[in-house]
């Protein structure tokens, strides 16, 4: 939605706020945007596209956690589709975290379809099917059908809901009716395979996360067929389209062509060919400022550069664009050649922090290395200090490995890096002499050494650190919230299959390391939750996440303390309380051995919502919920009730929202 006719529909509300509710101030949102979070609405992805995941609502406290109760379950119309068609396949997880505004839920789901949920009972409204799984593709690239959410934009009465879907197409849906808007592209429609630099295959190209929407106009990022690909790749370029008529305004070359600036870093004119670099993870933006932030990710191919010399710009990038037309303002590389898959996995976080008696608008971009890099988001200009640091070189053929890779002074990592002997578990001596023993047969090092053919133990693995659920900020106290988890990928560089010879020298096959006798290889808390305080950069505090107990190996040893499971959680902050969801296993390498239970319920691994205070890390509440989450939560008001509902589901699971309340 614009800045310009956002307040439009604030005047409609129908939702009453509490008369002690006041609106807190949210870095880079408009005071439009602000005032709906206040009232209880819950408009963008991550509440605005600040991605603060923060909500000023008060209902639920730390003194009535405890009375917490599922309210409302609502079952995705996907599984009616896959129950009548088996041949679509299934979907890995159910991540879609929905919007609210004006008293309904909007909400996308695994198959790309579009609903609308009264937000108060949980019942359906309308629901729009583009029947994007009857185009004879298949499952799409990388992750299958998953599908992270949808964006609103209002204009006068023309009240819109927009999909990114699998395989590539822009969809505009009017709100009230879930009928496709006949001016929008063609027919409601606008095919993103079109328009880019070079032919793309859809079963190479689609999209999971939503757009941005600033001043008018629709930011689309991309998700790209992973790991090596065809040659040429598709290209990642992030673009920008009218919010009234779907028209193209805008493409922002994430690998830079001829004569453009950064087409030097890419050496022997491989910006010719290389693709991916494209942009996955949910995107943020300065209303205010009119500028978008984009995490840029890895180029073609992931653990092998060989084929790409030199830098490598926008690859594993924070760039800033204007909005309205397309213009790089900075960037930042925070990898230079990326060989470890280590993209910006989420939305960086806007937040406004006093550094040294200065007040900085500053924007945070967490990473799967476990930092936390903070910039000045008007300049680009790093608020502490980024040491380019020597790093090891690659002896893997044809690879030039850069040598200095950049590591932020403040704050400090906020978890193991580098897959030392130290890093190991460490529950009893004899068990990390058997940790020691296992990793000893792959290469090792710190954090950025090369993969190998032999085989190197990443720490953090290719899946974080941090993952793309991302991380939260209290804007009360300037605080960040960000979940961990501890688990290491081994990369083995080796000469391709026959069917993709030719294509790359070498590519890169991640797997998941396991430890001594069934547990983790590094040591606990094997997930945690971390609060750093982002006027100083120092942190506050770490908390275990997830029920070690829930795991068989655990419980042999008799290990009552709570360790923490190594899988990825969400923050979401009131003005009250921390409130957490865990995801469980969905899909490999991301798998701890050793729990001996069926797939069902790994899928279904002692599953909860905790309530925390904020200031502490202090649990308050705890309740037991069908089934782990498998997206984001989000916070509002309906009916003078405040809710909180998240995804869960996907695999052998029923695709639900799950809505908890007082």
């Known amino acids: 939605m614009t800045g310009r006719t956002f307040g439009f529909w604030l005047a409609a509300l129908v939702l009453a706020a509490p ?8 870095p880079g949102a408009l005071p439009e945007s602000t005032k709906a979070l206040s009232e209880g609405e819950w408009p963008a992805y991550a509440g605005t596209y600040a991605a603060a995941r923060y909500s000023p609502l008060t209902q639920i406290n730390r003194d009535n956690a405890k009375s917490l109760h599922i309210a409302w379950r609502w079952k995705s119309p996907d599984m009616a589709i896959k129950a009548a068609d088996p041949s679509v396949g299934p979907s890995t997880s159910n991540q879609s975290t929905p919007l609210m505004v004006g ?16 937000a108060a009972t949980g019942q359906t409204k309308w629901v729009y099917d583009p029947e ?30 927009i999909i990114l879907t699998a395989f590539g197409h822009m969809i505009a849906v009017d709100a009230k009716t879930g009928k496709p808007v006949e001016g929008f592209g063609k027919n409601g429609r606008v095919d993103l395979t079109e328009g880019l630099r070079r032919p793309v295959d859809r079963d190479y190209y689609t999209m999971t996360s939503p757009p941005v929407i600033v001043r ?5 990022g991309s998700t790209v067929f992973d790991w090596w690909g065809k040659r040429p790749s598709p290209p990642g370029d992030v673009r920008g389209f009218d919010a009234a008529s779907g028209r193209l305004l805008w493409a922002f070359h994430t690998v830079p062509q001829g004569e453009e600036p950064g087409a030097e870093t890419w050496q022997n004119e491989s910006w010719k060919e290389v693709g991916n670099t494209n942009v996955w993870a949910p995107m943020s933006a300065d209303e205010e400022l009119g500028y978008v932030y984009l995490p840029v990710s890895t180029p073609t191919n992931d653990y092998y550069g060989g084929d790409r010399p030199g830098d ?9 664009l204007d909005a309205a037309t397309g213009k790089k303002v900075w960037h930042y590389q925070l990898v230079h050649h990326g060989l470890w898959d280590y993209d910006p996995p989420a939305a960086p976080n806007l937040i406004d922090i006093t550094v040294g008696g200065k007040t900085i608008k500053a924007v945070v971009q967490v990473t799967k290395q476990a930092f936390a890099f903070v910039f000045d988001r008007v300049t680009g200009a790093p608020v502490w200090p980024i040491e380019e640091r020597p790093v090891p070189a690659s002896n893997v053929p044809g690879e030039r490995a850069s040598k200095m890779q950049p590591v932020p002074s403040k704050p400090a990592a906020f978890d193991l890096q580098g897959a030392t002997d130290d890093n190991l578990i460490d529950l009893t001596p004899e068990i990390h002499k058997e940790a020691i023993t296992i990793a000893s047969a792959f290469d090792r090092g710190g954090l950025f050494t090369p993969p190998t053919q032999r085989g190197m133990i990443q720490v953090p693995g290719n899946a974080g650190g941090a993952s793309w659920s991302g991380a939260a900020v209290d804007p009360d106290t300037n605080t960040l919230y960000v979940g961990t988890q501890r688990l ?23 797997s998941y390391l396991a430890g001594p006798r069934g547990l983790p290889l590094l040591k606990p808390p094997f997930g945690s939750m971390v609060a750093i305080d982002m006027n100083s950069g120092d ?6 996440i997830g029920r070690s107990s829930a795991m068989g190996s655990i419980q042999k040893l008799g290990i009552t303390e709570q360790l923490g499971l190594p899988f990825r959680s969400w923050a979401l902050l009131t003005k009250t309380v921390m409130i957490v969801v865990q995801m469980g296993y969905y899909s490999p390498p991301r798998f701890v051995p050793g729990l001996n239970l069926p797939i069902r319920d790994l899928h279904n691994l002692d599953p909860h919502l905790w309530v925390y205070d904020k200031a502490t890390g202090e649990m308050l509440a705890e309740l037991e919920l069908p089934a782990n989450a498998a997206g984001a939560p989000m916070t509002y008001l309906a009916g003078g009730k405040q809710y909180i509902v998240f995804p869960v589901g996907g695999g052998p699971l029923v695709e639900e929202l799950i809505a908890v309340s007082l």
């Open 539 to 544: 942190q506050r505090w770490r908390i275990p």
């Open 132 to 161: 994007i799984y009857k185009n004879g593709l298949g499952l799409p690239p990388n992750l299958g059908w998953v599908h992270r959410g949808v964006a609103y934009w209002r204009s006068g009465d023309d009240e819109r809901i």
């Open 488 to 510: 290491p990928t081994l990369i083995t560089i080796q000469k391709p299959e026959a069917s993709w010879q030719g294509t790359y020298d070498f590519i890169g096959m991640p």
């Open 312 to 320: 490598g710009l926008f690859g594993e990038s924070l760039v800033c």
């Open 103 to 118: 008293g309904t839920l909007y909400t996308s789901t695994s198959l790309s379809e579009v609903a609308a949920i009264d």
């Open 19 to 26: 008369a002690a509710l006041h609106a807190q101030s949210i």
């Open 216 to 220: 008018g106009v629709i930011v689309v």
